[in-house]
């Protein structure tokens, strides 16, 4: 899942492989966070994605005057280093990147400035460029990008409760059922029977704690229970026994209302329930969440803390190491030798930094 979440932005071609990048630090060695290369580009509200390859995409982004960013960059796990790539189409910062069935990766939505986009584009691994695809009915930033079983994907609100499916085999969005509130800023989580949870986020009505279930066979969203405590700007992973971990957040204070608390919801019951707190307050740490190989999920945003969870144990525990300062909108990409790629944010000045780390569980 990739979730298009952001403040308010007035808050706030070469191709891959073919670049100079900046000298890389030595590989970690101990478990940990250790400092990675940097970026070319300081980014937050990026999009990070998994190529087939082992490679790391970065897309878009704001940078330090709060501008979308239209660049892009590839991250060599074996090089240790940052390589430039094709450019966007469009500036996007706070869109969705997901990797398709194909090996491409869709690019859609965010803002391009104060407006949201409904554009979309997608991202050729083989020549390292963009070309734009279909664009959805309705613009959408602060919404949530989901895969589903099929390859499909759905888009939900951003800001309102229309959603939309794109098809990779057509190139083109279809409409499907609408949400029973308007939301930004939720989550859309993939369960094991192929519906999607939906859970918080945040509308004029103020932040919610409404959840609710799609059916991509029927095309229609329906109540399921609801969150402990309302929640925008939070996280949600699926956990090994299908059941799903929700945390951090905040309410309608924003960052005077940030959570440690967490919960989990059991979709064989359809209720949430409360969970062990995290060390941390966190909250705009969706993309900054990784599920590792042994089933822990790893929580990188929100603080200069790295913590996972352990749902054998059901605890959480501060992992060794930390960021040089609380970052919002970064990115956590598990990669393919089990390590962590921990990417940009921006810190509580809303400074965006091109600085990364390595997560060795």
């Known amino acids: 899942m990739r979730t298009l979440v952001i403040s308010s932005l007035t808050a706030l071609t070469l191709l891959a492989g073919t670049s100079k990048a900046t000298e890389a630090p030595l590989a970690p060695t101990a478990t940990g966070v250790s400092p990675g290369t940097p970026m070319r580009v300081p980014r937050a509200a990026h999009g990070a994605t998994l190529l087939r390859n082992g490679r790391v995409l970065i897309t878009g982004g704001m940078r330090a005057d709060e501008q979308p960013l239209a660049s892009a960059e590839v991250y060599d796990r074996r090089m240790r280093r940052f390589l430039r790539t ?49 664009s959805m009915a309705e613009p959408r930033g602060g919404g949530a990008a989901t895969t589903l079983a099929d390859g499909r994907v759905l888009v939900t609100g951003g800001p309102g409760s229309s959603a939309e499916v794109y098809d990779p085999a057509t190139g083109r969005f279809g409409a499907t059922g609408a949400m029973g509130a308007q939301r930004v800023a939720h989550t859309a989580t993939l369960l094991r029977d192929g519906r999607v949870l939906v859970t918080g986020g945040s509308n004029a009505s103020g932040v919610l704690a409404a959840a609710e279930l799609y059916d991509p066979r029927t095309g229609r969203f329906t109540p399921t229970g609801a969150l402990t405590v309302p929640r925008h700007k939070h996280t949600a992973r699926r956990l090994p ?77 501060a992992l060794r190491g930390s960021l040089d300062a609380p970052r919002f909108f970064s990115t956590a990409t598990l990669l393919q030798d089990g390590s962590v790629l921990i990417a940009g944010g921006y810190d509580p000045g809303i400074r965006p930094t091109n600085r990364t780390w390595l997560l060795r569980p």
């Open 86 to 134: 094709g450019s966007l189409t469009t500036r996007r910062v706070g869109h969705a990147a997901l990797r398709l069935r194909s090996g491409r990766v869709l690019v859609v939505g965010g803002w391009g400035g104060s407006a949201r986009l409904a554009s979309a584009e997608v991202y050729d691994p083989g020549t390292g460029r963009f070309r734009r695809t279909g």
């Open 241 to 317: 026994d299908g059941r799903v971990l929700i945390a951090g957040g905040s309410n309608d204070r924003d960052w005077q209302g940030r959570y440690a608390s967490t919960e989990i919801y059991d979709p064989a019951r359809e209720t949430f329930a409360p969970a062990a707190p995290m060390a941390a307050q966190r909250f705009k740490l969706d993309e900054a969440t990784a599920v590792l190989r042994d089933g822990r999920i790893v929580l990188a945003g929100g603080s200069t803390r790295v913590e996972a969870y352990d749902p054998r144990r059901e605890t959480f525990t």
